[in-house]
Structures are given as structure tokens and as C-alpha cells.
């Protein structure tokens, strides 16, 4: 059965910190994005990292404040949120995808129409 299950988030003042986990099961993968959805707006993507190695990649809103990092022997996927702002609120979801390799870890893994497989979602508020 394919599972992707997010944790971690929360209620934090702007400024504050979050980690936010993904556990995925069930499939095979090898790229895993991080996307938040506020309300009223579409789903944006905000991190993504391959799998076998290389550098992640992220979008310029949270670029310098989040760390996304993956563990391949946990199936675990997480993200460091730093230095929050509210205007990071919004539903975080992890997906997760089996991608030519060279995609993963550039734009093209930060968007929702290459990843089939999404977890629930786990909410972050960020109050000023």
C-alpha cells in the first residue's frame, strides 16, 4: 500500500522554527518534493531532493530558510523551517515521484503535475 505521511507541523511565532518529516512507503521513488497550499492560492512547490545525491533544490521564497534532507534507509524525508514568516502558512504536503534523475533537484520537481503520490498534509501557522 503507498503511504506518505507528514508530521511536525504547527502553531509558531514569525521568526520561530518548525521541523516538519515525511514518511514514505509502499513504492519506489526517487525524488521527493516538499509543496505548501495556502488557502485561496494553488499549491507551490518549496524544496525538492533526488534521492541518490546532488544538491537540492528550492524555490526563491524560502531559499536560505529551509533545508530539505532525506534519509534513504528511514524512507524519511524532512524539512527545516527557519526564520518562519506568515506568509509561510499554509497545508504542507510531501509527494514523491520516480523521475528521470536529471529533473529531480531543479524546477522542474517543484511541479505538482509530476508527482502522483501525496501525503495529507500537516498545517503551519505562522503568526506575527
Known amino acids: 500500500q503507498v503511504q506518505l505521511a507528514e508530521s511536525g507541523g504547527g502553531s509558531v511565532q514569525a521568526g520561530g522554527s518548525l521541523r516538519l518529516s515525511c514518511v514514505a512507503s509502499g513504492w519506489q521513488y526517487n525524488c521527493m518534493t516538499w509543496f505548501r497550499q495556502a488557502p485561496g492560492k494553488e499549491r507551490e512547490g518549496v524544496a525538492n531532493i533526488y534521492t541518490g545525491g546532488g544538491r537540492p533544490y528550492y524555490a526563491d521564497s524560502v531559499k536560505g530558510r529551509f533545508t530539505i534532507s532525506q534519509d534513504n534507509a528511514k524512507n524519511t524525508m524532512w524539512l527545516q523551517m527557519n526564520s518562519l514568516k506568515p506568509e509561510d502558512t499554509a497545508t504542507y504536503y510531501c509527494?514523491?515521484?520516480?523521475?528521470?534523475?536529471?529533473?529531480?533537484?531543479?524546477?522542474?520537481?517543484?511541479?505538482?503535475?509530476?508527482?502522483?503520490?501525496w501525503g495529507q498534509g500537516t498545517q503551519v501557522t505562522v503568526s506575527s
Open positions: 509527494a514523491a515521484a520516480f523521475l528521470v534523475p536529471t529533473t529531480c533537484g531543479t524546477a522542474y520537481a517543484l511541479q505538482s503535475a509530476n508527482f502522483p503520490r
